[in-house]
């Protein structure tokens, strides 16, 4: 199986971004912060003992999302504001003994993509998600959640939540 290790929204949030996806019929895994993703993890979840463990030596902390953004015309996103997150990140990397990506990380949360067979309206996306997802919430984050692909080409769901100390 493939995982990848995230950070939830709060669920009101969540909410409208999934209402947001279904009106221009986007499904996919639920609305989250990728972490780790899915190439950097082994296909086991022996990783799992090493998160529980920094899971244990991390404090919870805050997180402010705020206004959307593009990766080009691939993918619309809401930013991520938080110097923890990325210190969280970066611990995670060296406690697991996983191989870093060369491009840099951009906290982010993703509300649409461009998919080979299945082109969006970016545009039209996010002039409909300005209105929508305001105001942009900050709140407390005080585990993460390991998502697992159960077969392939399916979408990821939540496998365990890990708490903080």
């Known amino acids: 199986m493939k995982y990848f290790i995230g950070?939830?929204?709060?669920?009101?949030?969540?909410n409208k971004i999934e209402l947001l996806r279904a009106e221009f019929r986007f499904f996919t895994t639920e609305p989250h912060i990728t972490l780790v993703p899915p190439p950097a993890l082994p296909e086991d979840d022996s990783f799992i003992e090493d998160l529980v463990k920094?899971?244990?030596?991390?404090?919870?902390?805050?997180?402010?999302l705020h206004n959307l953004d593009q990766f080009g015309e691939r993918?619309?996103?809401?930013?991520?504001y938080s110097p923890e997150l990325i210190s969280l990140r970066e611990k995670l990397y060296d406690n697991l003994k996983l191989i870093k990506e060369k491009r840099p990380f951009t906290p982010h949360l993703t509300v649409v993509k461009q998919r080979p067979r299945r082109k969006v309206n970016i545009e039209k996306i996010r002039r409909r998600a300005e209105i929508k997802l305001n105001p942009y919430p900050k709140y407390p984050l005080n585990s993460l959640v390991v998502y697992y692909q159960p077969?392939?080409?399916?979408?990821?769901?939540?496998?365990?939540v890990i708490p903080f100390e």
Do not use: Q
Request: overall charge positive.
């Open 54 to 64: 920094t899971c244990k030596e991390t404090k919870a902390f805050n997180i402010k």
């Open 7 to 14: 950070v939830t929204v709060p669920k009101n949030f969540k």
């Open 75 to 80: 993918v619309l996103y809401v930013k991520v």
């Open 151 to 160: 077969k392939e080409k399916s979408i990821y769901l939540p496998y365990m």
